[in-house]
């Protein structure tokens, strides 16, 4: 059983910068492959990045690609992602979700998730 708590959200200034955290318990996260997905209102939930328990990440989306990067710290047990240059189109609710074994950008292979943490920019 995996909890995920994510915290970092906020309003910010079109190329601005804020970095997402999520928090997770559970004895095992170390070999958890850790994911991030957004969902804006009236849209589908949208893939944004994931990390191995290695660290190696997952093929970005070309929507962040350059702009957002994952990490994290096993010893911490905690996931996060960086988000620079921020656009009026990233505003979303981006939630923190977990799966066993091999990472995947669909969101309905993840088992875990957050209760999503609200990002907002203004042009």
């Known amino acids: 059983q995996v909890q995920l708590v994510e915290s970092g959200g906020g309003l910010v200034q079109a190329g601005g910068s804020l970095r997402l955290s999520c928090a997770a318990s559970?004895?095992?996260?170390?070999?958890?492959?850790l994911g991030w997905f957004r969902q804006a209102p009236g849209k589908e939930r949208e893939f944004v990045a994931a990390?191995?328990?290695?660290?190696?990440?997952?093929p970005y989306p070309d929507s962040v690609k350059g702009r957002f990067t994952i990490s994290r710290d096993n010893a911490k047990n905690t996931v996060y992602l960086q988000m620079n240059s921020l656009k009026p189109e990233d505003t979303a609710v981006y939630y923190c979700?977990?799966?066993?074994?091999?990472?995947?950008?669909?969101?309905?292979?993840?088992?875990?998730w957050g209760q999503g943490t609200q990002v907002t920019v203004s042009s």
């Open positions: 979700a977990a799966r066993y074994s091999v990472y995947s950008s669909s969101w309905s292979e993840y088992d875990y």
């Open positions: 559970g004895r095992t996260f170390s070999r958890y492959v």
């Open positions: 990390i191995n328990w290695r660290g190696s990440s997952a």
